[in-house]
């Protein structure tokens, strides 16, 4: 009778601990979650608060949003032309070229032969529609390292940017109505804000509600396994090139109307934010995957740390270091949370 209490109290005594530590478990691990997923958030805001207290006068004013927000919309939109072939597990290198061709070749169309702005807009994202359907052959029909075949297609776009330039710059009319697609303003925010912000909203809508945005990182994640589930997975890899080279022609038209000239050049600074955004952003909101809102936090997040930095009286090759720098990382996370996951 005796030894009844006893085994009552001990298994009294006991009970808690585990039930205690499975919750102090949770909270750690939700804790843990939220600061993997949302990183970015307490870096970017690190940085406002940074450089709000060394250059309040210059970083802190609406001036500075409006100017992020306006210059960094084309990069946004070329990272964003990257997510559907990361999704599906290929690379388009030539996305910056695909965008310097778009740019020369809406700003000849008008110059050179007197096209009308919008058949000029039409044949040059024709032209995207072209060039995505040539990576795809080869990336797709002939099993080319998709890495390999658009980087050699970027080299045949640069060719003909410069055939089609003759390495001289074209400057627009200043009264086309080409420039009011991208130089008008709305609220104050300049239009390509708003395009940025719509292709957004579309690609986050496919990627996260539609079954082709599933397959597509089914695809990417594990092509054989989704082949045997009944994936088309080649189709959607074609779907992803065509997407990446008209989003990539179209942030080339709005970047012709927003400076109102091309040049032979102006597109090749875009490829390393593009890759670092798209990339940085992967590893948040939805760490170990591409995605939306990662993407556009990430470039915003690398805008207002260069931005900061040049305001600081920082040279203006820091762009370039800052944005390699993010690129190296945003890598070396991806591949550290692949491993995690898989072992």
């Not at 808690?16 to 691990?29: A, F, I, L, Q, Y």
């Not at 940085?47 to 250059?55: A, C, P, Q």
């Not at 994202?125 to 052959?137: D, Y």
């Not at 200043?174 to 925010?189: C, M």
């Amino acid at each position: 009778m005796a030894a009844a209490p006893a085994s009552s109290t001990t298994t009294s005594d006991e009970a808690p601990e585990p039930t205690g530590g499975r919750k102090r478990g949770e909270r750690s691990g939700l804790g843990a979650l939220i600061i993997e997923r949302y990183t970015g958030v307490i870096v970017w805001l690190g940085i406002i608060v940074l450089f709000g207290i060394i250059e309040p006068s210059l970083f802190l004013t609406s001036t500075t949003v409006r100017s992020l927000l306006s210059q960094q919309a084309i990069t946004a939109i070329m990272a964003m032309a990257l997510l559907l072939p990361l999704a599906a597990g290929v690379f388009d290198l030539s996305v910056a070229s695909m965008m310097g061709l778009s740019i020369m070749l809406v700003a000849w169309l008008q110059v050179n032969e007197g096209v009308g702005f919008v058949l000029a807009i039409l044949i040059t994202l024709g032209a995207g529609l072209v060039v995505g359907v040539f990576n795809a052959i080869v990336v797709v029909g002939l099993r080319v390292d998709s890495f390999i075949a658009t980087l050699a297609s970027s080299s045949v776009l640069i060719g003909f940017v410069d055939w089609i330039s003759n390495s001289n710059q074209i400057i627009l009319p200043g009264n086309s109505g080409f420039l009011d697609i991208s130089g008008q303003q709305l609220f104050t925010i300049s239009l390509p804000v708003f395009y940025m912000l719509i292709l957004a909203a579309v690609l986050w809508y496919v990627l996260e509600y539609r079954q082709v945005g599933r397959y597509m990182y089914a695809t990417g994640s594990n092509p054989d396994a989704a082949r045997l589930a009944g994936v088309r997975t080649n189709r959607l890899r074609v779907i992803s090139l065509l997407v990446s080279a008209v989003i990539a022609s179209a942030a080339g038209i709005l970047y012709a109307s927003s400076i109102g000239t091309a040049s032979p050049d102006s597109s090749a600074s875009y490829l390393l934010p593009a890759f670092a955004g798209a990339l940085l952003g992967a590893t948040q909101i939805k760490p170990g995957r591409v995605n939306v809102p990662g993407t556009l936090l990430a470039v915003y997040l690398l805008a207002t740390g260069v931005y900061g930095l040049e305001l600081d009286g920082a040279a203006i090759w820091v762009q370039s270091v800052f944005n390699g720098a993010a690129l190296i990382i945003a890598v070396a996370f991806s591949v550290r949370a692949a491993m995690r996951r898989t072992g």
